[in-house]
C-alpha cells in the first residue's frame, strides 16, 4: 500500500508563489504516474498537472500551463509542484495522486488513480 504525504501549503498573495511536495513511501513503477489535483469548497476535485514517471513528460491543465511547474525527484520518491502567479482562483485543498499505467488522454480522470494524499490546503487572497 503505497502512501502518498502533501506538504507545502499555505496562504499566499495574489501574484506570490508557493512549492507542494508529495513524498510516496515507496518509488512508483516507471510506468506510473503522479499528478496534482485541487478541490475548491463546493466543488468537484479537477485535475492539475501530472507526471509520466515512463517518459518523464508533465502535462498540465489549461488554467495552470504556464504558472505551474511539475516535476521529480526519483532519489526522494517526491514529485513538486512549483506554483508561480497564483491568483484566488486558484484557492483549494491540493491532493497527491499515484496511478498507472495510463494514457495520457486519461490523466485528468481521478477515479482512475488509485492512490491518494491527505491534501494540502492553499489559500490565495486578494
Known amino acids: 500500500q503505497v502512501q502518498l504525504r502533501e506538504s507545502g501549503g499555505g496562504t499566499v498573495q495574489a501574484g506570490g508563489s508557493l512549492r507542494l511536495s508529495c513524498a510516496a513511501s515507496?518509488?512508483?513503477?516507471?510506468?506510473?504516474?503522479m499528478a496534482w489535483f485541487r478541490q475548491a469548497p463546493g466543488k468537484e476535485r479537477i485535475f492539475v498537472a501530472a507526471f509520466n514517471w515512463n517518459d518523464g513528460n508533465a502535462h498540465y491543465a489549461d488554467s495552470v500551463e504556464g504558472r505551474f511547474t511539475i516535476s521529480r525527484d526519483n532519489a526522494e520518491n517526491t514529485v513538486y509542484l512549483e506554483m508561480n502567479s497564483l491568483k484566488p482562483e486558484d484557492t483549494a485543498i491540493y491532493y497527491c495522486a499515484l496511478g498507472g499505467p495510463l494514457a495520457s488522454s486519461w490523466f485528468g480522470t481521478a477515479a482512475l488513480y488509485d492512490y491518494w494524499g491527505q491534501g494540502t490546503q492553499v489559500t490565495v487572497s486578494s
Open positions: 515507496e518509488r512508483a513503477p516507471r510506468s506510473h504516474v
